[in-house]
C-alpha cells in the first residue's frame, strides 16, 4: 500500500472490536486512563486509536468515544493533512516530519518511550488553528498484543510566548542600540546635562533589556557585568532622579542623606542602581499616603552599604519567603520577580550582600552590601 512515512495498512473491523474490547477489560489500562491527568490515548499497532481518556474526550468536545475510535491521531484532532493521502494520517509526505507519528514509529521498533513536538495545523469546519504538542510514545502489552499508549501535552501556549519573548528582545536590542549611539552623538555634540541624562537613561534600558533576557532564558549567569567606579554620590543622585517624578512617590516624602561616605567601589552601576531602586519602589509601595520612606549609606572597610527604611512591617509568613522567584503578595501571574531579582543580581553577579529585617517595633530596613572590588 502507497505510503511517503508509516505503514499504511488498517486493523479489519473484526480485529479492530477485538482490539477495543482488550483495553476496555483491562483493569491496567482503565486504571491508567482514569487515574492520571492530562490527554491520553491508546493506538493499536496500526495507530489506530482503541482508547480515550476523559480528559482527552473533553478536549475534543465529545461524550463518547466511539464515532472515534479506529481513527489515527491526526484525523482524531482534524489535521490538515491528515486527507492528503487514501490511506489517511501517517503515510502523507508531510508525515515524515510529523512529531507524533515519528515518535509512534520510534516505539513499536522498540525504541520508546519516545518524545517528539508535533507541530500541528488543524481545521474543522470554518475553524483553523495551529497547535504545538509534545507526543510521549510508548509500547504496553495486552494479552501478547503490542499496543501504544500515548501522552500529549499542549504546549501551544508556551511555544508562542518564546516566539514572542525572542522577537521581542531581537528587535528591542536593535532599537536599543540606536538609542545608544544617537545619546553618544548628542553627548558628543551637546554637552549639556540632558543629553547626558539620556545618554545615562539608555544605558540603563539597555543593561534592563539584557538582563531580562537572560532572566527569560534561565541562563542569568552568562551575562558579564562590568566593573566601572563610582560613587555613593552618583548612584544616590541617579536613584533620585529616578523617583523625582514616579507615581509611587507621589505624596510621599523620600528622605535622603545630609552626607555621605566618600568610599570609591567598582561595580556595574547600572545593576547596583536596578537592585537598589527595586528596594526603594517596594518601601515606596508599602508606605501610606504622607509617609516618609529613608534611604541612606554606610561605609565599611571592604564595602558600600546601601539602606532603605520604611514603617511597616512585613507578615511573618511572608518573611520567610521574601526571595523566592514567583511568590508574591500581589493577585496574578508574573509577580515575585522584584525582591527576587534583587538577591539575584546584587549576589550572584555583582558579588555584593542582600539582607532584611522586619519587625512591627522596627519597620522594615533593606539593605545591600557592595563590594569595594
Not at 67 to 77: D, S
Not at 116 to 123: A, H, P, V, Y
Request: charged letters at 25%; one cysteine or more.
Amino acid at each position: 500500500m502507497d505510503t511517503h512515512f508509516a505503514p499504511a495498512e488498517r486493523a479489519t473491523d473484526d480485529q479492530l472490536q477485538q482490539e477495543i474490547a482488550k483495553v476496555t477489560t483491562s483493569v491496567v489500562v482503565n486504571e491508567l486512563l482514569h487515574s492520571i491527568g492530562g490527554l491520553i490515548a491508546v493506538l493499536d499497532e496500526h495507530r489506530q486509536v482503541v482508547g480515550l481518556n476523559d480528559s482527552f474526550l473533553k478536549k475534543l468536545g465529545i461524550d463518547d468515544a466511539g464515532p472515534i475510535l479506529g481513527l489515527r491521531l491526526g484525523e482524531v484532532l482534524g489535521c490538515v493533512h491528515s486527507k492528503d493521502e487514501p490511506h489517511g494520517c501517517g503515510t502523507t509526505r508531510y508525515c515524515s516530519t510529523c512529531g507524533a507519528v515519528i515518535a509512534m514509529v520510534a516505539a513499536l521498533n522498540g525504541e520508546g518511550p519516545v518524545e517528539e513536538l508535533c507541530s500541528l495545523s488543524t481545521s474543522k469546519g470554518d475553524m483553523a488553528a495551529e497547535y504545538a504538542i509534545m507526543v510521549r510514545a510508548n509500547t504496553l502489552k495486552l494479552e501478547g498484543q503490542t499496543f501504544i499508549l500515548l501522552f500529549l501535552h499542549d504546549v501551544t501556549l508556551e511555544h508562542l510566548r518564546a516566539a514572542l519573548e525572542r522577537t521581542f528582545f531581537h528587535d528591542m536590542g536593535n532599537m536599543f542600540t540606536g538609542l545608544l549611539g544617537a545619546s553618544q552623538f548628542l553627548v558628543r555634540e551637546n554637552k549639556s546635562e540632558m543629553a547626558a541624562m539620556i545618554y545615562r537613561a539608555a544605558q540603563r534600558l539597555h543593561k534592563e533589556l539584557e538582563i531580562q533576557r537572560c532572566l527569560f532564558k534561565n541562563d542569568f549567569l552568562e551575562y558579564r557585568p562590568s566593573r566601572d567606579d563610582t560613587t555613593a554620590g552618583e548612584l544616590l543622585a541617579e536613584l533620585n532622579g529616578i523617583f523625582a517624578k514616579h507615581d509611587a512617590a507621589t505624596d510621599k516624602s523620600m528622605l535622603l542623606p545630609d552626607s555621605l561616605p566618600q568610599l570609591t567601589v567598582k561595580t556595574d552601576k547600572s545593576l547596583a542602581l536596578r537592585v537598589m531602586s527595586n528596594m526603594v519602589l517596594n518601601a515606596l509601595e508599602a508606605t501610606e499616603e504622607h509617609g516618609e520612606v529613608k534611604v541612606w549609606f554606610e561605609q565599611e572597610p571592604d564595602a558600600l552599604r546601601f539602606c532603605v527604611w520604611n514603617e511597616k512591617a512585613i507578615p511573618d509568613d511572608v518573611q520567610c519567603r521574601i526571595f523566592q522567584r514567583s511568590f508574591s503578595t500581589k493577585d496574578g501571574p508574573g509577580r515575585g520577580v522584584g525582591t527576587f531579582s534583587m538577591q539575584l543580581i546584587g549576589e550572584k553577579l555583582l558579588g555584593g550582600k542582600v539582607s532584611f529585617s522586619s519587625s512591627p517595633a522596627q519597620g522594615t530596613l533593606f539593605k545591600f552590601q557592595i563590594p569595594v572590588h
